[in-house]
């Protein structure tokens, strides 16, 4: 089952993340939009405590009431005690830089590596990081630019081999 599309809000929110948030590379950020889009179970553009906890419990990281109170509490910038895309975003920019105090937004961070194996993946998050500072985001982009263009160039040449072999049976 695939989740709904998002809201005109929530693409608006992943929009402005393209332009603030330039340390993660496009494919980070699509991969986080599909991340937030499933743990929204609610649809209403944010993830609020209970989701959270259900996101938690799926990574592998459960956590107390408190424990998921004080989650939010550290990255809810407008105090509505729910968590908006960006502020989700922020739990990433704030791992990068060191400023996570509470332990369940580092294991969240630590739980995540978009970069190798798409979102819910685990392993080196710190390590992937520490890597992709060295090489820039134009980079990553350009090189995500480019396999989907490979990508492309693969697919037309399977439709032409299907359109030849289907021309066989006419």
């Not at 603030?20 to 609610?42: A, G, H, N, P, V």
């Not at 791992?95 to 194996?117: E, H, M, W, Y």
């Amino acid at each position: 089952m695939s989740s709904p599309a998002p809201s005109a809000e929530l693409k608006k929110a992943f929009q402005t993340a393209r332009s603030e948030f330039k340390e993660l590379s496009i494919k980070e950020l699509k991969d986080f939009e599909i991340m937030f889009m499933k743990y929204d179970t609610s649809n209403d553009g944010f993830i609020d405590q209970m989701e959270l906890k259900y996101m938690m419990e799926k990574l592998g990281y459960p956590q107390t009431h408190i424990g998921l109170k004080a989650m939010i509490k550290e990255i809810d910038e407008d105090n509505d005690e729910k968590m908006a895309y960006r502020e989700f975003l922020l739990i990433f920019r704030y791992a990068k830089t060191g400023k996570l105090q509470c332990q369940g937004l580092k294991d969240l961070a630590g739980s995540i590596d978009v970069s190798s194996s798409g979102v819910g993946g685990a392993a080196k998050f710190f390590e992937d990081k520490a890597k992709a500072t060295v090489d820039s985001v134009y980079d990553r982009d350009r090189a995500h630019l480019e396999k989907q263009k490979q990508e492309a160039a693969e697919k037309k040449v399977r439709q032409e081999a299907f359109k030849d072999k289907a021309s066989m049976f006419k």
